[in-house]
């Protein structure tokens, strides 16, 4: 199949930790992007990715299949970016933000003539998962590929960068706990990619003809024992904390106590499904398709980059030394 050349882009969650990224990689190849989110108004800051005019906004929501039509008319591609990490139920929920949003973008990009869909997955999706989120994100790939036999599956490991919700967690626990959480003893392995290296990703799977009809599984160059991201992150914000194990049953347990915080609208700190996503590596297939088969050949390194954000929680933040490494 050929490139496809630059034309209008709509990405579905523009606005979210990936999607910003993935708005100025696209920017820079001369695509016209349309960003479709639930607000049109806390995703302003996207404008700017690019030059005048080039960037517009749409509100969608994506469980309205009428929204989404109107998301992808006149558009060459559709890049669905939507996710939620926990099942806040209703729209918010796994069921609907991952398998009803991808089958009503999937069935809405075919009557719209859409040449290229890109779906954003996760490593671990499988629809026989024990995992509820890879359970539907799983499932979400099958709706896509059941219309789009030829779309593009990108499947990222743990996703790093200036706002993560990962490192950028435990830092700021850090700073008020006198203990890390090392769930299942720290021995889940991760295989963490920048969230640069993801968006240039995207961006090469909506233009490359050669990646119709591939998956991709996406990690950075080194993979790390969970325990060991923790000590990147002591070390990192100079807070020398205890890590205290926690068997993956008493996590389980837990997991289920703190969601329930999300009755009340609240992201809770950890979930029981989040515990169970843990108790299996998350790092890419060794038979895999993975970054360098995007021309992606020079990821970044977790080491590289964290330390660029990861100073504000130290005492004294930027102006605090530097830890000795």
């Known amino acids: 199949m050929a490139d496809l050349a630059p034309g209008v882009v709509t990405l579905f969650g523009g606005s979210g930790f990936i999607g910003a990224q993935a708005v100025r990689a696209l920017a820079r190849r001369g695509w016209r992007i349309r960003v479709a ?3 049109p108004v806390l995703a302003i800051e996207v404008q700017t990715a ?8 749409m509100r969608c929501d994506v469980t309205s299949a009428e929204d989404v039509a109107a998301a992808v008319r006149g558009s060459n591609a559709v890049v669905n970016l939507v996710g939620v990490l926990h099942d806040g139920g209703g729209k918010r929920g796994f069921k609907s933000a991952h398998v009803e949003a991808a089958r009503n973008i999937a069935q809405a990009s075919k009557a719209a003539g859409v040449e290229r869909v890109v779906q954003i997955s996760a490593i671990g999706a499988d629809a026989d998962s024990p995992s509820a989120y890879a359970r539907t994100k799983g499932e979400a790939e099958n709706e896509i590929r059941a219309v789009y036999p ?14 993560d919700g990962f490192l950028n ?6 700073t008020l706990a006198p203990a890390l959480p090392l769930i299942g003893g720290g021995k889940t392995r991760f295989q963490p990619v920048y969230v640069g290296d993801v968006a240039e990703a995207v961006a090469r799977a909506v233009t490359r003809g050669d990646a119709a009809g591939r998956t991709y599984e996406l990690g950075g160059p080194d993979i790390y024992a969970f325990r060991e991201v923790l000590e990147l992150v002591k070390r990192e914000t100079g807070r020398d904390r205890l890590l205290a194990p926690i068997p993956f049953p008493v996590a389980r347990l837990l997991g289920s106590l703190l969601q329930t915080v999300s009755l009340i609208g609240l992201t809770p700190p950890l979930t029981r499904d989040q515990v169970v996503m843990l108790q299996k590596d998350n790092v890419v297939s060794p038979d895999a398709e993975g970054l360098a088969a995007l021309g992606v050949v020079h990821p970044a390194s977790m080491e590289s980059i964290a330390p660029s954000y990861l100073y504000r929680y130290r005492v004294g933040g930027q102006f605090a030394p530097s830890p000795a490494h």
């Not at 690019?50 to 906004?57: K, R, T, Y």
């Open 37 to 39: 989110v639930r607000n």
């Open 50 to 57: 690019g030059d005048p005019g080039q960037i517009q906004f």
């Open 169 to 174: 967690r435990f830092a700021a626990m850090a």
């Open 150 to 163: 030829d779309a593009v599956i990108l499947r990222p490991s743990l996703v790093f960068g200036a706002d």
